[in-house]
């Protein structure tokens, strides 16, 4: 039988984490012939509706599910680790300032990448929901210099997986057939979907759209307003479908791109596409065993690189911003 995969997931009894723990204990996350022990982190205050969840984890008698383990210490709940899904953040509350929400989140996410650095498996990968998330992703990495770079990701796999359903409604193509769609630089308002490499079909998707004026004024703004119009609609945040990016997120990185195609992961950048070395930014990746490299050579157009290089500035001013709070 399989050495089981450890797997930590922070904010554990959160609505993400509501729709993700199940998913990951049933094998959704690794493999349907994986078995997984999990390992919850949260803040004291949610350790009562953890248990609650482990209970309900428990009910559900999952064959692959070795083991639930519930902490509010990071040097417990990292032990070990294999896979580290680091959904729990501070919320931007009304009237917080930039700064003050990276702050908080420097008193987060620099902690738990100490607890990576000393305790997490050598193979550990980790991947960073909770927002801001490329610069949360920054400061664990920060913190943990003994793990190799690459292994600090952020998730974008949401917005991926919206701007592919957007332009399969706009094209009537099922969403399997858009393939090689790009999500480009932070995963906030400024990201950019790009789809002048994407294929519908097999068939060029730009061509196939030919409306810049529908790009720009449609579909870039609803794929990056997608989370305030479920908000407005739900009354709550769009947790299953961001449990379900998490999901599709690791799964790739651990079992592979499809030939032909490609994903978006927020990753480090090693100077690609004019992208700042060490800024963890989005860009089209392939997979395979367990490493992922950035797909090279694509022609970056005006339209694209406009947009590329505002996400990019963004990023920027967010590092220097939890540099200068002594973060990095
Ligand atoms: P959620 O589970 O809904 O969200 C958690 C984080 O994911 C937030 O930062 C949220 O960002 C982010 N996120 C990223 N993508 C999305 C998306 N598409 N839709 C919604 N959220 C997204 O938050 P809850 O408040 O329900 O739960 C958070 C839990 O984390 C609480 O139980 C809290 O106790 C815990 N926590 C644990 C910590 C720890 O383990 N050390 C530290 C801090 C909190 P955004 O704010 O932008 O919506």
């Given at each position: 039988?399989?050495?089981?995969?450890?797997?930590?997931?922070?904010?554990?009894?959160?609505?993400?984490?509501?729709?993700?723990?199940?998913?990951?204990?049933?094998?959704?996350?690794?493999?349907?012939?994986?078995?997984?022990?999990?390992?919850?982190?949260?803040?004291?205050?949610?350790?009562?509706?953890?248990?609650?969840?482990?209970?309900?984890?428990?009910?559900?008698?999952?064959?692959?599910?070795?083991?639930?383990?519930?902490?509010?210490?990071?040097?417990?709940?990292?032990?070990?680790?294999?896979?580290?899904?680091?959904?729990?953040a501070?919320p931007r509350?009304?009237?917080m300032e930039r700064?003050?929400l990276l702050?908080?989140?420097?008193?987060?996410?620099?902690?738990?990448?100490?607890?990576?650095?000393?305790?997490?498996?050598?193979?550990?990968?980790?991947?960073?929901v909770g927002n801001p998330a490329n610069t949360n992703?920054?400061?664990?990495?920060?913190?943990?210099?003994?793990?190799?770079?690459?292994?600090?990701?952020a998730m974008t796999r949401l917005d991926h997986?919206r701007a592919?359903?957007q332009?399969?409604?706009?094209?009537?193509?099922?969403?399997?057939?858009?393939?090689?769609?790009t999500i480009w630089g932070n995963h906030s308002a400024t990201q950019y979907p790009d789809?002048?490499?994407?294929?519908?079909?097999?068939?060029?998707?730009?061509?196939?759209?030919?409306?810049?004026?529908?790009l720009a004024e449609n579909f870039i703004p609803t794929v990056a307003k997608r989370g305030a119009a479920i908000i407005e609609?739900?009354?709550?945040s769009s947790?299953?479908?961001a449990?379900?990016a998490?999901?599709?997120?690791?799964?790739?990185?651990?079992?592979?791109?499809?030939?032909?195609?490609?994903?978006s992961?927020g990753?480090?950048?090693?100077?690609?596409?004019?992208?700042?070395?060490?800024?963890i930014s989005s860009?089209?990746?392939?997979?395979?065993?367990?490493?992922?490299?950035?797909?090279?050579?694509?022609?970056?157009?005006?339209?694209s690189?406009e947009r590329i290089n505002a996400s990019v500035k963004e990023l920027e001013e967010e590092?220097?911003a939890?540099?200068?709070?002594?973060?990095?």
């Open positions: 039988t399989r050495t089981p995969v450890n797997v930590t997931v922070t904010g554990a009894a959160g609505q993400i984490g509501y729709a993700l723990l199940f998913r990951i204990a049933s094998g959704h996350l690794l493999g349907a012939d994986v078995p997984v022990k999990l390992r919850l982190l949260e803040i004291p205050q949610g350790l009562k509706a953890a248990e609650g969840t482990a209970m309900e984890l428990e009910d559900c008698a999952f064959p692959l599910l070795q083991g639930i383990d519930i902490s509010d210490d990071p040097n417990v709940a990292f032990d070990g680790a294999n896979v580290a899904l680091l959904v729990g501070r509350t009304k009237g700064g003050d702050e908080a989140n420097g008193g987060i996410f620099k902690p738990q990448g100490k607890a990576i650095n000393d305790h997490a498996a050598d193979d550990i990968k980790v991947l960073v992703a920054l400061i664990a990495q920060a913190a943990a210099p003994d793990v190799p770079r690459e292994r600090f990701t997986n592919i359903s332009l399969a409604a706009k094209t009537g193509a099922p969403v399997s057939e858009i393939k090689k769609l789809i002048f490499h994407a294929t519908v079909a097999g068939k060029n998707a730009a061509e196939i759209v030919n409306d810049e004026k529908w609609a739900r009354g709550a947790a299953a479908s449990a379900n998490a999901i599709d997120h690791v799964h790739t990185w651990v079992n592979g791109t499809a030939d032909g195609d490609w994903t992961m990753i480090p950048s090693d100077g690609s596409y004019g992208v700042p070395e060490g800024l860009f089209p990746v392939t997979t395979k065993d367990g490493r992922y490299e950035i797909v090279q050579g694509l022609e970056v157009n005006d339209f690189r590092r220097e939890v540099r200068a709070l002594g973060l990095l």
